[in-house]
């Protein structure tokens, strides 16, 4: 309502336009893609879409998991207010003169503009019967990327050091390659970790940085488990299991315990009898949390004196089997030996023994106890029973009962935790359950919804792993992806204000159509001082974009002429080459002369150095120049030698002929009164063929007007009457000093 | 002026202070400048510096409501051609300073000039046009600041809008780079009017002579608006043309040698005329304007069918 | 010499915003070396609209005993936002720093300390000081309503209890200010046509300029003409980005420029340069002369690297127009010192040498550094 305060008195009230995103959003299809149409892409894209059909372990198509995806963080309506509203019963907008129009942003590729616009003119329309709206509106649909600006630059040169790993000596063996790739992946969740710091950080956080930070921990768990699934994997000495349970706690940590169940330790009289304590011990247990879960057991032994007390013996007999159950945990083998499996097979048959062995008459405990025990023993029903999701089963599962596995065995452990568990449809649950099957472009496929920079970034290194070799020597579509990916990502960075530098430098790593891609974008980098512009013309020179470079060299000479800064703008242009421009402003400074007579443009000459390769215009002008200075400084001779080369390069416009030759004149007289020679007879003969090509009939007119406008000034400055629209002052004084030259000759 | 912001959808409003009704906004290469123009017979010039935004010039001269204004690109220096009701169309520079001028009357035409329209810039300063007398001109600019007007017979009754297709050569992956830019370069527009028609324009370089290439058929009333979308180099050329019989039509040609395919925007009817379409700077998302007062944007998806992406609605 | 033989690859403290791009690292230089541990310095971004910012930093050395690298500490002691790119920078006495914009203006802010305690040694990661503007004057424009970028400005020597400024930009003037008396500004109108990118003032009668067109220019500060124009034949029309002193002898000067060379001239002696490498491929951005080894010219450049010029056995090949190759400096050792694969340009570096301590920012919003 805010936005028209003066309109309130009228009849038709403000009704908000919503701009709400449909609810199946972008994850449908490509997305807001900013990728070009090809059918290529498509193509790929459509193989992509085929192969999650098949997807036996999901058992229903990829739509139905969109639909069920209710956690899209950005449903929000937002309001745009255009004026007036539009009611469907009535026939207002299609009756009134008006009507909304829409512009995309010429520079950004989410942005566009609305505003209200008539249909016909005023003259037309007999009733003015609108509200009128004159605002223009301005609508962007792209998330404010300024705010990871520090995590890209980061992000960005571990992308380089990727991109260069290749060339490395240590790439060409295999063991030294693999170490390269866990160490970059490193450096990227490292980067990705300081990131939700430095967000952390900020003391007031509203839901975007909330959402902000889910996302990268989603982009954190994603990561760090195609880590541990895909790029360690020799001298890995069965880790991978602890990695896993790392991995889960790290990502996923256990809770603390809520306020609640606090209080209902605190205040149970009895631990031992307490559900609460129990169900987190066994968390603890399942997610490998030894010395919590011992410290936890500890806290249930009674003390108790030896007696023949029944009861007490009781409590004896349970505080024993809590000792031999923390004595057992303590003795789990650590999977980081070599040789584990025999001292696993004992430990293994100890658990059991000791299983067998507790007999209580409290039932609820025995139970408890037996359940520790499985659970440790890698009882799949036990450990599937008492995880909560599908993710702390998965991994307790791998941990206890397949501590020795390697990633390919994770699959066939999936089996039973997905009977028990459905996954939650978010695109985080789904890729990380695909990373799990190894079927690492689905999972790149659920990627998209989470963020284009994990997308692109993982398929980049990805791309570098022998991972086709690693899961069944299957081509895989990142491949074809990655550079998609990449441009998607990089594209929102082209246009902004700070980061495109960046951008482009990511399409440097798009062999196919990064190069299109720059094109189209870097003449549109605005800039309004020098270095900027250098720098937007390191980008071309880097990529061979040479018909850019010259259009923006050309922007820049044209900024200049606009403010008549002459000098810089023919430094640009001889810099674009652009010759005609050139021969314009020639044209402009000897119009400046004919007008005055006065050398106007010596300053902006002083500026500009010139060698025989210079552009032909500003030679000619530089010559020129130097011929009125050498007048000045009265070198007659030199001046005459300028002169005839002014003239002999045929440069300057066929009228401006003429003010060379009227030049001669007064040289002419003064060789023939001092007796110095300035001209050979071959040049006079030339001044007679130049007068001849002035006086032709195509440029007569123009010619005209010239010698109008320098007779103005012409004896006030030169002191020389001679000029006339027929030259022949010129023609006279030529055959006077023929003569005299004809004549010193002969003597 | 008051400006909304949020998280995901961010708009702000600009009062442009028009006297009467607004006609067309539009930004200049770098979305620096903003131009409006209006009824009011007067057209302003905006500067626009991030959030801050200045009035920095009112042009008048037009004796009738102003339709359309276009930005040259700015290797030309900063000007603007504008066309009116009056039936003429001038072209405005800065020459610094902020002082605007005329540079170049047109008046060929006989009627309301509905739309103008500069060519891609490696076709060196180009304007299209389009009147209510039925016919389409093209001026060309030359290094001498003389110029070239052709008028073209286009659209009986009257030509509505012009829009040029990109200079690449569609299917040349590799933009023209370096070189004599006029080799390779498609030199080519759409115009659309109140036959219900769209017609394609091509310069022949060895005839030197506008030709038109092709009619598409499609609509059932007054072509509103066309908009070529950009095509990145790829062979594909898409065009938009959306019409007073409430419908938006896209037509592809899949390679330079194949035909225009029509495709329905959608399957329905719109609620009203759609008075605009705009493509997104890649080409990839299309923005529809209808009398309605509703703005839709559109992308084609994997089975080239078009969806909505989002709307602008009640 | 021999401690260059080893590489210098530089540390970066990605993880600390430095408040964007960097165009100018600048330590303050005026205070006595001996009189405390704290090492200041300040850094100003560009290309940020409407955020340029102004950070004051502190950094500190603890050393672990011979042979061992001291570890740094870096800290921002105070920030201000900037209006218009940082385009140049400088401390003054009396805690001041001055600072151009691409907006046209010169800028001097006071650097107050805010912390009250007394104790200042132990808290100096938490003292906050402000960076409070006390002066703010456009100075360079090319009309009413369009600025120019203020380029680079120079102070006259022994001048620093009342500094005289000189300040070029890309309007081609000269512009000549006293920091406390804005009356008697001293307007040289036309001292180049094309854009001017650097500024030295070695002696008092003598301000030296480098323009866009590849031109050094001679001025006696009380004429409106220069008394010297000349340019690099070889690197014709190549602008010349930056300009140094030789930090003893004062008709040495060093030049970077827009094709990655380096130069040295002397200033008796302008028909041609006197000494040229190419230590880069593409823009250089700032130059120094180490302050010890004379010899020795550092450089930062666009293609994301600093180099070192080891000039000391530079022997002059002939030279000649015809000859492009001349005076190429295969006789001169060029180091390269770069940060991990970072391309992105950097523009500017500085170097304190009591600390041995080289600092240098760019494009990738990081502070690099390193200790030579």
């Known amino acids: 309502m805010s936005l028209f305060p003066e309109h309130n008195s009228n009849i038709l009230q403000f009704t908000p336009f919503t701009f709400e995103p449909p609810p199946v959003d972008y994850s449908q299809f490509e997305g807001i893609s900013s990728f070009p149409s090809s059918t290529q892409f498509y193509e790929a894209s459509v193989i992509t879409e085929a192969f999650l059909k098949e997807d036996a372990y999901l058992g229903k198509g990829k739509g139905k998991q969109v639909e069920e995806n209710d956690l899209k963080p950005e449903t929000r309506k937002q309001t745009i207010f255009l004026n007036p509203l539009f009611k469907y019963d009535s026939n207002f907008w299609s009756t009134s003169n008006q009507s909304t129009g829409v512009k995309f942003h010429p520079t950004r590729s989410k942005d566009f503009a609305c505003y209200v616009f008539g249909k016909e003119p005023k003259e037309k329309v007999k009733k003015e019967s609108f509200t009128l709206d004159t605002q223009i509106y301005n609508c962007s649909l792209v998330h404010d990327i300024d705010s990871r600006r520090v995590f890209y630059n980061e992000a960005f040169s571990i992308f380089r050091e990727a991109a260069r790993a290749p060339f490395s000596k240590e790439w060409r063996e295999k063991s030294m390659r693999e170490k390269l790739l866990c160490d970059i992946s490193w450096n990227y969740v490292n980067a990705i970790v300081n990131h939700i710091k430095s967000l952390q950080e900020i003391p007031i956080k509203d839901k975007q940085i909330q959402n902000e930070i889910s996302t990268f921990r989603d982009m954190m768990a994603i990561w760090e488990l195609c880590r541990i699934m895909y790029f360690i994997k020799s001298e890995r000495y069965q880790r991978l299991s602890t990695d896993l349970l790392t991995w889960l706690n790290e990502c996923y940590p256990l809770g603390a315990l809520t306020e609640e169940e606090l209080n209902e330790l605190r205040d149970s009289p009895n631990l031992r009898n307490t559900v609460t304590f129990w169900s987190r011990l066994y968390k603890l247990i399942l997610r490998g949390l030894f010395p919590q879960a011992i410290n936890f057991l500890r806290s249930i032994i009674m003390a108790v004196e030896i007696t023949s007390d029944q009861i007490i013996n009781r409590e004896i007999i349970i505080n024993d089997i809590i000792q031999s159950v923390i004595k057992c945990i303590k003795s789990r083998p650590k999977m980081s030996s070599y040789d584990t499996g025999l001292a696993w097979r004992n430990w293994l048959s100890q658990c059991s023994q000791l299983q067998k062995s507790i007999i209580l008459e409290n039932k609820f405990l025995e139970e408890n106890f037996i359940m520790i025990l499985k659970i440790l023993s890698g009882d799949p029903d036990a450990i599937l029973a008492k995880s909560s999701s599908w993710l702390e089963g998965l991994v307790a599962l791998v941990y206890h009962k397949y501590p020795k596995c390697e990633t390919s065995d994770v699959r066939s452990t999936l089996g039973p935790v997905f009977i028990r568990f459905s996954v939650h449809p978010d695109p985080t649950s789904q890729a990380l359950k695909r990373i799990f099957y190894q079927r690492i472009d689905d999972a790149l496929s659920y990627c998209k919804h989470i963020d284009p920079w994990l997308l692109s970034h993982l398929t980049d290194l990805l791309c570098k792993t022998d991972l086709d070799e690693t899961i069944g020597g299957k081509s895989l579509l990142l491949h074809q992806h990655r550079e998609g990916y990449l441009i998607k990502f990089a594209e929102p960075l082209l246009t902004h204000s700070t980061l495109w530098q960046v951008g482009f430098k990511y399409l440097e790593h798009c062999e196919k159509f990064g190069k299109v891609f720059m094109e189209e974008f870097v003449g549109k980098i605005p800039f309004d001082n020098e270095r900027k512009f250098e720098k937007i013309l390191k980008i071309c020179e880097d990529n061979g974009l040479k018909f850019d470079e010259k259009c923006i060299i050309t922007t820049m000479g044209t900024k200049y002429m606009q403010i008549k800064r002459y000098a810089s703008t023919i430094i640009y242009y001889m810099r674009a080459g652009k010759d005609e421009s050139l021969k314009a402003i020639c044209n402009i400074f000897l119009t400046q002369y004919v007008e005055s007579g006065k050398i106007m443009f010596s300053e902006v000459l002083d500026s500009i150095p010139v060698d025989k390769n210079s552009n032909e215009s500003v030679n000619f002008l530089s010559r020129y120049r130097l011929y009125h200075s050498l007048i000045q400084d009265e070198f007659y001779v030199q001046a005459a030698q300028v002169l005839v080369e002014c003239l002999r390069s045929e440069i300057s416009p066929k009228e401006f002929w003429g003010v060379l030759l009227f030049h001669t004149v007064p040289l002419m007289k003064l060789g023939r009164r001092k007796g110095i020679k300035l001209f050979e007879k071959i040049h006079i003969d030339e001044f007679i063929y130049y007068c001849s090509q002035v006086l032709d009939k195509r440029i007569e007119d123009s010619w005209l007007k010239l010698v109008q406008r320098m007779k103005r000034w012409h004896y006030k400055e030169t002191g020389y009457f001679d000029i006339s629209e027929d030259l022949n002052p010129v023609k006279i004084e030529c055959e006077r000093y023929k003569k005299n030259l004809e004549k010193n000759h002969s003597v | ?314 | 010499m021999d401690n260059l033989s080893s590489t210098y690859d530089l540390l970066g403290l990605s993880t600390k915003s430095t408040g964007g791009k960097i165009s100018k690292v600048r330590f303050d230089n005026t205070k006595q070396e001996f009189e405390s541990n704290e090492v200041l310095f300040a850094t100003g971004s560009w290309d940020t609209p409407k955020e340029n910012t102004l950070l004051l930093w502190n950094v500190e050395q603890v050393s672990f005993g011979l042979g061992e690298q001291p570890s740094l500490t870096f800290s921002v002691l105070g920030k201000t936002t900037h209006e218009g790119d940082v385009t140049d920078m400088r401390f003054i006495g009396d805690n001041i720093l001055l600072t151009s914009s691409s907006n046209g203006s010169l800028n001097a802010f006071q650097i107050i300390n805010t912390n009250t305690s007394d104790f200042m040694d132990q808290s100096v990661g938490t003292s906050n000081y402000q960076l409070q503007m006390i002066m703010n004057r456009r100075l360079h424009s090319f009309t009413d309503t369009k600025n120019a970028s203020l380029n680079s400005f120079a102070i006259k020597p022994h001048s620093i209890n009342d500094p005289l400024v000189a300040t070029v930009g890309e309007d081609g003037r000269i512009v000549i200010v006293r920091i406390e008396d804005s009356v008697k500004d001293h307007v040289i109108e036309d001292a180049d046509a094309s854009s001017i990118k650097a500024i030295l003032w070695p002696r008092s009668n003598e301000i030296i300029l480098a323009n866009g067109c590849g031109q050094l220019r001679i001025f006696d500060p009380r004429e409106n003409k220069p008394t010297t124009i000349c340019h690099d034949p070889i690197n014709i029309r190549v602008p010349i980005n930056c300009l140094a002193f030789h930090p003893s002898k004062v008709h040495k000067v060093a030049s970077g420029n827009n094709k990655g060379g380096v130069t040295i001239w002397d200033t008796r002696k302008l028909t041609e340069p006197e000494k040229h490498a190419q230590p880069h491929n593409s823009r250089v951005w700032e130059v120094f002369y180490h302050p010890y080894y004379q010899e020795l010219l550092f450089s930062c450049s666009e293609d994301g690297t600093i180099g070192a010029v080891n000039f000391a056995d530079f022997t002059p090949t002939f030279s000649s127009q015809d000859s492009m190759n001349a005076v190429k400096g295969q006789n001169v050792t060029i180091r390269k010192i770069g940060f991990k694969s970072n391309e992105l340009p950097i523009n500017s570096i500085d170097y304190h040498p009591h600390s041995k301590l080289l600092i240098s920012g760019g494009d990738n919003e990081n502070l690099l550094y390193t200790l030579i």
């Open chain 2, 1 to 314: 002026m008051s400006v909304e912001k949020s998280k995901n959808f961010v708009h702000q409003g600009l009062e442009t202070h028009h006297e009467d009704m607004v006609h067309d906004a539009q930004l200049d290469y770098y979305g620096l400048k903003l131009a409006t123009c209006s009824s009011d017979r007067t057209i302003k010039i905006f500067d626009l510096d991030g959030e801050e935004r200045r009035e920095v010039e009112t042009l008048k001269g037009h004796e009738g409501p102003v339709w359309r204004v276009d930005w040259a690109h700015p290797k030309f220096g900063v000007i603007l051609a504008s066309c009116s009701y009056d039936g003429k169309v001038f072209i405005w520079k800065d020459h610094g300073a902020g002082s605007w001028k005329k540079i170049k009357e047109h008046t060929l035409h006989t009627a309301s000039v509905n739309s103008v329209a500069w060519g891609p810039h490696e076709l060196g300063p180009i304007l299209a046009c389009a009147s209510s007398d039925g016919k389409v001109s093209v001026l060309t600019f030359k290094d001498d600041g003389s110029w070239d007007a052709v008028v073209l017979e286009a659209h009986s009754i009257g030509a509505n809008s012009v829009s040029w297709a990109p200079a690449t050569i569609p299917g040349a992956l590799v933009q023209v780079t370096g070189g004599a830019p006029n080799v390779n370069v498609s030199k080519r527009f759409a115009s659309c009017g109140c036959d219900n028609l769209v017609k394609i324009w091509a310069y022949s370089e060895d005839t030197k002579e506008w030709k038109e290439e092709g009619t598409l058929e499609g609509h059932t009333d007054w072509v509103r608006d066309v908009a070529w979308a950009p095509n990145f180099g790829l062979p594909q050329n898409y065009l938009a043309s959306c019409s007073q019989d409430k419908t938006v039509i896209i037509w592809k040609k899949n390679n330079p040698n194949s035909p225009w395919v029509k495709k329905f925007l959608k399957p329905e009817k719109f609620l009203d005329v759609v008075w605009s379409v705009s493509w997104s700077l890649s080409g990839t998302i299309l923005a529809v304007a209808s009398g309605d007062n509703k703005v839709t944007l559109w992308q084609e998806n994997l089975k080239s069918e078009w969806e909505k992406v989002q709307e602008l609605d009640d």
